[in-house]
């Protein structure tokens, strides 16, 4: 057939799909649908398109019939081809069109996330693809490895630019992390401590413990008071946080008083002592008053006028009595011719 019809031909792949029985790369399945202007030559009668592997090297001719687009399956998505179109009369046929190449992209994801377009896409050469790789809720980007390479960094989109040949592109999801940041002051734990990554919607609970002879006194979480609990749990997390607990030494009670009136103890009535603390106790009688006697816990002390609790371990009870203080009158008659009442030593 003799080549005379001289209008040229654009061709442009306006489709290319891979059905799902096909979704490894490399597997014969892909298929390309083309599209291309009519020719303006009356004497046209249809069209033929060829391809190959091979620039300029077309094995394989489709008769497209009178029509501008065409199918073409039982294409490997792991190879480029390159695609020409001819116009034909009865006896003529056109030259080739310039020439277009197709490579395929194979995008694949996991079920924790999708990435777009999915599956096999193709790119004309030199054309550009952009993918989109989104995590479903709960979860972040994995690995997103291209041609089998892993890429540092990965983002959201990942751009191929300037294609010149067949690629894969696949990506993975993982879990998405929160820190919960656990801390305590001196006097006792919080665990676990530091740092602690929990998955998105999980679960983490903390416990605070006192060290012996102290007790906690507040826990913080995310900078407010949730009260002197021993533990605290974080539930469906969604974000980060931060748990501190603080502690104080145990504390007891020392109660003061006087019985009856006379003087004074200081401090009076019921103090709090630390664990370990030390409290003096001063006693001190009013005019005309002495001190009669100190007992502490119970049990005599002394006519004392201080008194020290040292190094704290329990609660006690100190209570000061007072009496008048004493003196002495000695009365007697000189001589005779009467008396004196009473006589002697009074007190």
């Not at 090297?57 to 073409?72: F, H, I, P, R």
């Not at 010149?164 to 006097?187: K, L």
């Not at 676990?192 to 002879?213: C, E, L, R």
């Not at 000061?320 to 000695?330: E, G, K």
Request: net charge negative; with cysteine; glycine share 10%.
């Amino acid at each position: 057939m003799s080549r005379y019809i001289g209008y040229a031909i654009t061709i442009l792949i306006i489709s290319l799909v891979l059905p799902m029985i096909a979704a490894a790369a490399g597997v014969l399945g892909s298929q390309a649908t083309l599209a291309w202007n009519a020719s303006s030559d009356s004497s046209v009668t249809g069209y033929y398109v060829y391809y190959g592997t091979q620039s300029g090297n077309y094995q394989t001719k489709v008769d497209a019939g009178d029509s501008t687009t065409c199918l073409v399956t039982g294409l490997s998505s792991a190879q480029t081809y390159y695609f020409s179109v001819t116009a034909h009369s009865a006896s003529a046929e056109s030259p080739y069109s310039q020439e277009l190449s197709c490579n395929f992209i194979t995008a694949q994801s996991d079920a924790n996330g999708q990435i777009t377009p999915s599956g096999v896409t193709a790119v004309a050469g030199g054309g550009s693809q952009t993918y989109s790789i989104v995590p479903n809720p709960g979860y972040q980007i994995g690995t997103v490895t291209v041609d089998g390479q892993q890429v540092a960094n990965p983002t959201s989109s990942y751009s191929f630019s300037s294609v010149s040949g067949c690629h894969t592109i696949a990506a993975t999801f993982v879990p998405s992390t929160y820190t919960i940041t656990a801390g305590s002051q001196a006097g006792g734990t919080i665990s676990p401590p530091g740092a602690v990554s929990v998955n998105a919607g999980a679960n983490q609970t903390f416990t605070i413990s006192p060290s012996a002879n102290y007790q906690i006194s507040d826990v913080q979480v995310d900078g407010a008071s949730v009260g002197a609990v021993s533990s605290y749990a974080f539930s469906n997390v969604t974000a980060n946080h931060s748990i501190t607990a603080s502690f104080t030494p145990v504390q007891y009670s020392i109660t003061a008083s006087v019985q009856g009136s006379g003087g004074t103890i200081s401090p009076s009535g019921t103090s709090s002592v630390s664990y370990g603390s030390s409290a003096t106790y001063t006693i001190t009688p009013a005019t005309g008053y002495q001190i009669s006697s100190v007992v502490v816990d119970g049990a005599s002390a002394g006519a004392v006028s201080s008194y020290a609790f040292t190094s704290v371990t329990a609660s006690h009870s100190i209570t000061a009595s007072f009496t008048p203080v004493q003196y002495s009158i000695s009365a007697s008659v000189q001589g005779s011719g009467g008396t004196i009442s009473p006589s002697g030593t009074s007190s």
